[in-house]
C-alpha cells in the first residue's frame, strides 16, 4: 500500500474527472475512460511520458491548494478538509499508474524514472504537508465549534489530516521543517536504492546444468524449472528463481544438500554481497535518519512516532506481543529439530541441521508422522480452481459474483481482470486485477493495491483494486500447482482486496482498507482461514490431471497434521519481526546491521537450523518505504484478530454463516477508517480480542 505521508494520502482519491484542462497527448493525464466509470489506460502508457505527467499534475495541485489558502472566508470543514479530500486527482491518476511500474514494471527503464522522480516527489509532498498556513486552517477547523455539528466521519476526517500534518511536522519551527523535508528527500533516494538493489539481486537465479541433480524433485517443478530456463535463454537447463516461493519448493524437494545450500544462500544473502548492490550501508543511514527524523518529531525512538495513533500503542505493548509468542514457538521448533535430527542421521547427515535442511526433513517427518507429504496434496491445489475458491468464499460472505470483465487493458499479458457484482441485485461493486506470476522487475511476494478508491463524495466511486502474487509459472500446456503456503497468500491478498471492495463510506482518505496501520493486515489473516476448511478443499482442491476432487482420506490427513511445523513458521516470521523492531528502538546509531542481526539473534536464543524470513538487507517491506517500519509485528496482531473472528464463525456451526458475515461487513469491512478499530471489532465479536483461539490453531501452549 501506498506510503502513510499525509502528501500521498492527500492524493489517494483517484478515478474522478479533473476541473483542469488534461494534455491530450499523454495519456496520464487523461481522466480515465471506458466501463465501469473508467479504467487506467495501461495499454497506452509509455515510461517516457511518467516525468512530464507529473509536471503537469503537480503545477495542477498547487493551483488547487493555493485556491484554498487564498480563500478569504474563515476555515471551514467545506472550504478546507473536504477541497483538500478534493484536491490532487490528476496527481492521483498519475501516481498510481507510475506504482505499478513501480511494484511490477520495475524495467531498468523505468529504474532511471525513478531515482529521477522519487526525491521530485518527496519534495513535493513537502511543501503540502508541511505548509504552516495549509496546517492553521485544517488546526482552525479541528478546534472550531463547527466540530461538534459535523457527522461522525468527517470528524474522524478532520483529525486525520490534524494527526497527519503534525507527523510530518507542520508544528515544528522554519528550521526544524526545512530539516524534516530535507530528511524526506534523502529517505526517497535511499528508499528506491535499496529496492532496486533487491531487484538486481533477486534476478540472479542458480542454473542447474544436469538432470541428475534434480533428484527429489517432483515433475511439475521440474518442468517449472525448465520453463524459466527456457524463457533466459537457457534451454535444456533448469533455474531456480531466486523467489520466495520457487526457493521454498526446491528446498522441499531436492535430495542434493549442497544444492539446497546453494538455493538457500542465494536468497538468503539478496543485499548482502559487499558490492555494488549490497544495502548494508543504506540500511544503517535510514537508521540514522529515522532515529533523527523521531527526535525532531519528539519521539524517544522512531518506533515509538510509528505506533502513535495504532491499535498497539507503543513498542513496548508490541515487543510483549512477539515476545509472549516467541518462547512457546521456540520450544516446539527444538522439539521438532529433535525429530528430524533423528531421521537426519538414519539418512547419513552427520553434522547439525541447517536451514537449508530445515524445509526437506520436515517434509519427510510430516510423512513419517501423518503418513502424507506435499507432493501428495499439490497436485490438487490448481492456482485456477483455488481462485475459483476464493471467489466462491467471497459469494457465501458477501453475495459477491466474479466474470471476466470485457475491454479493460493490462500492463502485461499475464494479467486478468474481473467484474465484481452483488449476486442479488446485480449491481456492479469494482473491478480486481489478477496477476499471479513472478517475472522480472515484480516485487517478491503478495501485494494489494487500489488503483481508485470507493467513495461517494463527489459523486460515486467504484473500487479498482489489485492482487500480484508470486507464484511460479507454469511450462505450456501444465497447470499452475502452488504450495500450501502460496495458497494461504493468495487468499490473504484477496482479504485485503475485499477490504477494499466491500468499502461504503463518503470520503477517499477513510475509504475500505485505509485504517490504521496494525489493523490493515486483518482482512487478509482472517481469509487465509478458509484456505484448510473442507468447504473449499472439497469443492476446489481437483487433482490437475485426473480433475477428481480430494479425497476425503487425504483431506482428513490435512486436518489432523494442521499444527505440524506451526513452530517454524513462527519463528521464521518472529525472527524478522523483532530484529527490526529492537533496530528502531536502539538509541545508539549508527548501527551495523548485519552485526547488530547476529547479536539479536544470539540474544534470543534462535534456533539456528530456521534462519530468518526477512534478513535487514532485503527486507524491502522495512526498508523501501515507511508503511511497515518498525511494524512487522502487525502480522503476528492480524493473526490474533483473525484467529478470534474466525472462531465466531465456528462457534455458529456455519463457515459461511449470514448473520456473523453480516456483522463482519457492517463493523469491519465497509467502514474503512471511519471508525476506531477498537470499536469496530466490538461492535463485531461482541468483545475484545484474545490470543487464545491464534495458540489453539497453532497447537502451540
Known amino acids: 500500500m501506498p506510503k502513510n505521508r499525509i502528501g500521498v494520502l492527500v492524493f489517494l482519491v483517484a478515478g474522478l474527472a479533473s476541473a483542469a484542462p488534461a494534455t491530450p497527448?499523454?495519456?496520464?493525464?487523461?481522466?480515465?475512460?471506458g466501463p465501469h466509470g473508467g479504467v487506467p489506460p495501461f495499454d497506452r502508457v509509455k515510461v517516457e511520458q511518467f516525468e512530464p505527467a507529473f509536471e503537469v499534475a503537480m503545477e495542477e495541485n498547487r493551483r488547487e491548494l493555493a485556491?484554498?489558502?487564498?480563500t478569504k472566508e474563515a476555515p471551514t470543514f467545506e472550504n478546507t478538509i473536504a477541497a483538500l479530500e478534493d484536491a490532487g486527482r490528476t496527481f492521483t491518476r498519475v501516481y498510481e499508474v507510475y506504482s505499478v511500474w513501480s511494484k511490477v514494471m520495475n524495467t531498468p527503464d523505468f529504474q532511471q524514472v525513478e531515482r529521477t522522480m522519487s526525491p521530485r516527489l518527496a519534495a513535493f509532498w513537502d511543501e503540502q504537508s508541511q505548509d504552516l498556513a495549509l496546517f492553521q486552517r485544517v488546526q482552525a477547523v479541528h478546534d472550531s465549534p463547527e466540530m461538534a455539528r459535523l457527522t461522525p466521519e468527517q470528524r474522524r476526517l478532520v483529525q486525520y489530516y490534524y494527526r497527519d500534518f503534525a507527523r510530518s511536522g507542520a508544528k515544528l519551527d522554519a528550521p526544524g521543517r526545512k530539516r524534516i523535508a530535507e530528511l524526506n528527500q534523502r529517505f526517497a533516494a535511499l528508499y528506491t536504492s535499496f529496492r532496486q538493489n533487491v531487484l538486481a539481486d533477486e534476478a540472479n537465479a542458480?542454473?542447474?546444468?544436469?538432470?541428475?541433480?534434480?533428484?527429489?524433485?517432483p515433475e511439475a517443478l521440474r518442468k517449472a524449472g525448465a520453463t524459466e530456463a527456457e524463457a533466459r535463454g537457457l534451454k535444456g537447463r533448469w533455474v531456480v528463481s531466486n523467489t520466495r516461493s520457487a526457493v521454498a519448493d526446491f528446498l522441499t524437494y531436492l535430495d542434493d544438500r549442497a544444492l539446497r545450500e546453494k538455493v538457500w544462500r542465494n536468497y538468503d544473502s539478496r543485499g548482502d554481497h559487499g558490492d555494488a548492490h549490497d544495502n548494508n550501508a543504506i540500511v544503517r543511514e535510514i537508521l540514522t535518519l529515522r532515529a533523527e527524523q523521531a527526535r525532531l518529531l519528539g519521539f524517544p525512538t522512531y518506533a515509538h512516532r510509528q505506533l502513535e495513533g495504532t491499535m498497539m500503542a507503543t513498542p513496548e505493548r508490541a515487543m510483549k506481543l512477539l515476545m509472549d509468542t516467541w518462547a512457546p514457538s521456540v520450544a516446539q521448533?527444538?522439539?521438532?529439530?529433535?525429530?528430524?535430527?533423528?531421521?537426519a542421521r538414519r539418512s547419513g547427515l552427520t553434522g547439525d541441521l541447517a536451514p537449508w535442511d530445515y524445509r526437506y526433513f520436515a517434509e519427510k517427518v510430516r510423512k513419517a508422522k501423518y503418513d502424507f507429504d506435499d507432493t501428495e496434496v499439490k497436485p490438487y491445489l490448481q492456482l485456477e480452481k483455488l481462485r475459483e475458491g476464493m471467489f466462491w468464499v467471497a459469494g457465501e460472505l458477501f453475495d459477491y459474483t466474479f466474470a471476466p470483465a470485457a475491454r479493460v487493458p493490462v500492463y502485461h499479458p499475464d494479467v486478468r481482470v474481473f467484474e465484481v457484482k452483488e449476486r442479488a441485485s446485480g449491481r456492479h461493486v469494482g473491478l480486481l486485477y489478477f496477476d499471479p506470476y513472478a517475472r522480472q522487475g515484480k516485487y517478491n511476494g503478495g501485494q494489494t493495491d487500489p488503483y481508485r478508491v470507493q467513495e461517494r463524495f463527489r459523486g460515486e466511486a467504484t473500487p479498482i483494486v489489485t492482487n500480484n502474487?508470486?507464484?511460479?509459472?507454469?511450462?505450456?500446456?501444465?497447470?499452475?500447482?502452488?504450495?500450501?503456503r502460496d495458497a494461504?497468500?493468495?487468499f490473504h491478498e484477496f482479504g485485503h482486496a475485499l477490504h477494499v471492495l466491500n468499502s461504503n463510506v463518503s470520503h477517499p482518505s477513510l475509504s475500505g482498507g485505509r485504517v490504521v496501520r496494525d489493523y490493515g493486515e486483518f482482512s487478509g489473516k482472517l481469509l487465509e482461514r478458509w484456505v484448510a476448511t473442507p468447504e473449499v478443499l472439497g469443492r476446489f482442491a481437483m487433482h490437475h490431471k485426473t480433475g477428481k476432487p480430494m479425497p476425503p482420506a487425504l483431506l482428513a490427513k490435512i486436518q489432523k497434521a494442521a499444527t505440524f511445523n506451526q513452530g517454524f513458521y513462527l519463528v521464521d516470521y518472529l525472527t524478522s519481526a523483532l530484529v527490526e523492531m529492537k533496530l528502531h528502538l536502539a538509541k545508539e546509531q549508527p548501527l551495523d546491521p548485519d552485526a547488530f542481526e547476529r547479536d539479536t539473534l544470539q540474544q534470543l536464543g534462535a534456533p539456528a537450523e530456521v534462519g530468518m524470513r526477512f534478513r535487514m538487507p532485503h527486507f524491502t517491506h522495512v526498508f523501501e518505504g515507511d508503511s511497515y517500519a518498525a511494524g512487522y509485528y502487525m502480522y503476528l496482531w492480524a493473526d490474533v484478530l483473525a484467529a478470534d473472528a474466525f472462531a465466531a464463525f465456528r462457534q455458529a456451526r456455519r463457515l459461511?454463516?449470514?448473520?456473523?458475515?453480516?456483522?463482519?461487513?457492517q463493523h469491519v469491512f465497509s467502514v474503512g477508517n471511519t471508525v476506531d478499530p477498537f470499536e469496530g471489532y466490538r461492535a463485531f465479536r461482541g468483545r475484545d480480542a484474545t490470543s487464545e483461539a491464534l495458540l489453539r490453531e497453532r497447537g502451540i501452549h
Open 25 to 33: 497527448a499523454n495519456p496520464l493525464l487523461e481522466p480515465w475512460t
Open 469 to 484: 502474487l508470486p507464484f511460479v509459472k507454469p511450462g505450456p500446456g501444465e497447470a499452475a500447482l502452488v504450495g500450501w
Open 333 to 343: 521448533v527444538r522439539a521438532d529439530v529433535t525429530a528430524m535430527r533423528a531421521l
Open 206 to 217: 542458480v542454473v542447474i546444468d544436469d538432470e541428475a541433480d534434480l533428484a527429489g524433485l
Open 67 to 70: 485556491a484554498i489558502l487564498h
Open 488 to 490: 494461504l497468500t493468495l
Open 656 to 665: 459461511h454463516d449470514p448473520k456473523v458475515a453480516a456483522r463482519l461487513r
